[in-house]
């Protein structure tokens, strides 16, 4: 059973890879087992992952602090290790193939890199009395997610969760013991790099719906351009 830290690090990958559009999906696996893959698209899907991991995690190499192209060069070269047919189950969205996949890299990751939690220093969520929001920002006891959200592993069916707009990934919800808080469940919005608007990457609510409804909230706010109002 893997620690903390190689447990979040397991359930990051899976959220990064899941997130990648089908054409770099496609382009990575082949349109046939080893047929017209392209090698390139391999340093993007690292350095997707690689922002992902050093926004949530504490990547040291050697005793010292990893730097985001150290991370990603290390994830590329773990891509290049997954074989062709592996890869081409990618394209099917085989959840077994998902998890292979993220456990190969997690092991090469693990050989030259100590990963860990990173403290918590209240810039990724918004203060408040409980978690971050404001009266007219609670999510009611009616509201329900729109999205699909689907176990992040298949094979484990556990308190793990992906919420996908069509193709596109919304962010993720979990409940993980780190604080012996059992009864929340934290969300994390899928990081793709676009301007966040005001509106937090990552947080906690009360139960899995409220954390989902949560995730959709911001998610089409941020397609909408709309950005948060601090102040009513």
């Given amino acids: 059973m893997q620690d903390d830290a190689g447990t979040l690090l397991r359930s990051f ?17 082949g349109y046939e087992v080893g047929k017209r893959r392209q090698p390139h698209i391999v340093s993007a899907i690292a350095h997707d992952t690689a922002d992902f991991l ?16 150290g991370v990603a060069f290390a994830i590329a070269e773990a891509l290049r290790n ?32 100590a990963f860990d939690r990173k403290p918590y220093d209240g810039s990724l969520t918004a203060l408040s009395d409980y978690n971050g929001w404001k009266s007219w920002e609670v999510i009611a006891s009616g509201d329900r997610p729109r999205g ?18 069509g193709e596109t990934c919304m962010g ?37 719906r409220s954390a989902a409804c949560r995730v959709e909230r911001i998610y089409f706010a941020l397609v909408k351009g709309e950005a948060r109002a601090v102040y009513r």
């Fill in 13 to 29: 990958l899976n959220t990064s890879f899941r997130k990648q559009s089908q054409r770099r999906i496609r382009d990575f696996g």
């Fill in 54 to 69: 050093c926004t949530y995690l504490d990547i040291k190499a050697k005793g010292r602090p990893a730097t985001r192209e």
């Fill in 82 to 113: 997954v074989s062709d047919e592996l890869a081409y189950r990618l394209t099917w969205r085989d959840d077994k193939a998902w998890h292979d996949v993220c456990e190969s890299v997690a092991v090469f990751l693990e050989g030259c890199m």
């Fill in 148 to 165: 699909k959200w689907r176990h992040a592993w298949k094979e484990k069916l556990g308190d793990d969760f992906i919420g996908f707009d």
């Fill in 172 to 208: 993720r919800i979990f409940r993980i013991d780190l604080t012996g808080s059992d009864e929340r469940w934290y969300w994390l919005m899928a990081a793709d790099g676009s301007p966040r608007r005001g509106w937090p990457a990552a947080g906690y609510e009360a139960s899995a």
